[in-house]
């Protein structure tokens, strides 16, 4: 009986890890869409800065998700997508500032 308690416990601490990382994900992409719309709204000429400090804080929150060993397949993939849109996306902006002849940081 309590073998069976312990692993009753140990699927529900997975359960709740997998629901905190999915969390994490959607967090995660609603701010690479944020993120994406203050340099739309940077390159449009309306805000005088580049939100390279939002920027930099979504880089260590990614590599501080990439760390994270319990993820399942799907949440992998959908984590992998996710940064491979982000990398897409620097890297416009890279090219962007680099055209604008701003420094890259």
């Known amino acids: 009986m309590q073998q069976v308690n312990s ?5 529900q601490i997975r359960l709740e890890e997998s629901a905190n990382f999915e969390k994490q994900i959607t967090r995660l992409e609603d701010d690479i869409r944020r993120l994406k719309i203050d340099f739309d709204i940077y390159f449009n000429g309306a805000t005088k800065r580049p939100p390279l400090e939002t920027r930099a804080r979504l880089e260590s929150q990614i ?3 990439l760390d994270n060993r319990t993820m ?3 949440q992998r993939y959908h984590f992998n997508s996710l940064v491979s849109r982000f990398t897409s996306y620097r890297e416009l902006w890279r ?11």
Do not use: N
């Open 63 to 65: 590599k501080r998700m």
């Open 7 to 11: 692993l009753y416990r140990k699927s």
């Open 72 to 74: 399942t397949f799907s």
């Open 95 to 105: 090219r962007g500032l680099k055209a604008r002849g701003e420094e890259l940081v």
